[in-house]
Nanobody, 120 residues
Framework: QVHLVESGGGSVQPGGSLRLSCAAS????????TAWYRQAPGKERELVAL???????NYGDSVKGRATISRDDAKNTVCLQMNSLKPEDTTIYYC??????????????WGQGTQVTVSS
């Protein structure tokens, strides 16, 4: 089992910045990728950013140019730096980790989420 804990959410004014962190603990084996998703009420879950084990990175279209995902393998932590925040960025952000178990089968783990509110 893997336990994910997100932190860093909060309230900021439009144009502000936040840095979200996702700390993983437990039985960490062969990580495939770690990602941040968000889901606003009544909307589909949206990919914000993803970083693969080989270092490749993808961003959702709505955050390109404003988000930076990074990884600290020593601390089993993935961070998401969000700049130029907009009111439409307001929602809960979730960390998701995907890894292969000891038999090579992919497992997916989700954190509890952290609230980001962008408002003047």
């Amino acid at each position: 089992q893997v336990h994910l804990v997100e932190s860093g959410g909060g309230s900021v004014q439009p144009g502000g910045s936040l840095r979200l962190s996702c700390a993983a603990s437990g039985t960490i084996l062969n990580i495939i990728d770690t990602a941040w998703y968000r889901q606003a009420p009544g909307k589909e879950r949206e990919l914000v950013a993803l970083i693969s084990s080989d270092g490749s990175i993808n961003y959702g279209d709505s955050v390109k140019g404003r988000a930076t995902i990074s990884r600290d393998d020593a601390k089993n932590t993935v961070c998401l730096q969000m700049n130029s925040l907009k009111p439409e960025d307001t929602t809960i952000y979730y960390c998701r980790l995907r890894q292969r178990d000891r038999w090579g089968v992919p497992d997916i783990y989700w954190g509890q989420g952290t609230q980001v509110t962008v408002s003047s």
